[in-house]
T-cell receptor, first 114, second 116 residues
Framework: AQSVTQLDSHVSVSEGTPVLLRCNYSSSYSPSLFWYVQHPNKGLQLLLKYTSAATLVKGINGFEAEFKKSETSFHLTKPSAHMSDAAEYFCVVSRSYNTDKLIFGTGTRLQVFP | EAGVTQFPSHSVIEKGQTVTLRCDPISGHDNLYWYRRVMGKEIKFLLHFVKESKQDESGMPNNRFLAERTGGTYSTLKVQPAELEDSGVYFC??????????????FGPGTRLTVL
């Protein structure tokens, strides 16, 4: 069975400082991994995705994530937080065949202080 | 290009009543998904349509939930009769044809359902 664990339910950073949102996954197959973001009253937006190509994945708005198979991790990072990054972030895994069902982590709410 | 739209944005009903949620996917997307987030829990898959056919309905919680996608365009999710534990945010997503897992799923803003 596949699952994801987001290690922090809340993360607070100051504007201009680095962001680290942690995610560990469990998968019996080669996983596809995603990070989605949800801003208040908006739909979920894809930040980036890993699909067994490059292990360092660059996404939108300066975010990136590194797939580490040995650590079963897919942490999301950004060098410098912006106020507009305040949102809820979801680490997601899907099966590599059959259906596209997405399996979500419980979410990490990011607060950015001025 | 319009994104995935959902109606209504909010619905408040009493236990035992019926509610129907609607999702309009991005035009031309064959795949349509329903997910649900119950308060304090993770977002969970409910079911997956390919055009008008149910590809995977393994996440549907019970037979009080009925999803349809007549004509392979918009979809409805009916809850009848609604129970307190059905409260949550219902998300719809769509993606282009094919079942390759790294196809991005485009999400709507969700319908917040409150059952009193």
């Amino acid at each position: 069975a596949q699952s994801v664990t987001q290690l922090d339910s809340h993360v607070s950073v100051s504007e201009g400082t680095p962001v680290l949102l942690r995610c560990n996954y469990s998968s019996s197959y080669s996983p596809s991994l995603f990070w989605y973001v949800q801003h208040p009253n908006k739909g979920l937006q894809l930040l980036l995705k890993y699909t067994s190509a490059a292990t360092l994945v660059k996404g939108i708005n300066g975010f990136e994530a590194e797939f580490k198979k040995s650590e079963t991790s897919f942490h999301l990072t950004k060098p410098s937080a912006h106020m507009s990054d305040a949102a809820e972030y979801f680490c997601v895994v899907s099966r590599s065949y059959n259906t596209d069902k997405l399996i979500f982590g419980t979410g990490t709410r990011l607060q950015v202080f001025p | 290009e319009a994104g995935v739209t959902q109606f209504p944005s909010h619905s408040v009903i009493e236990k035992g009543q019926t509610v129907t949620l609607r999702c309009d996917p991005i035009s031309g997307h064959d795949n349509l998904y329903w997910y649900r987030r119950v308060m304090g829990k993770e977002i969970k898959f409910l079911l997956h349509f390919v055009k008008e056919s149910k590809q995977d309905e393994s996440g549907m919680p019970n037979n009080r939930f009925l999803a349809e996608r007549t004509g392979g365009t918009y979809s409805t999710l009916k809850v009848q009769p609604a129970e307190l534990e059905d409260s949550g945010v219902y998300f719809c997503a769509s993606s282009p044809a094919g079942t390759i897992s790294y196809n991005e799923q485009f999400f709507g803003p969700g319908t917040r359902l409150t059952v009193l």
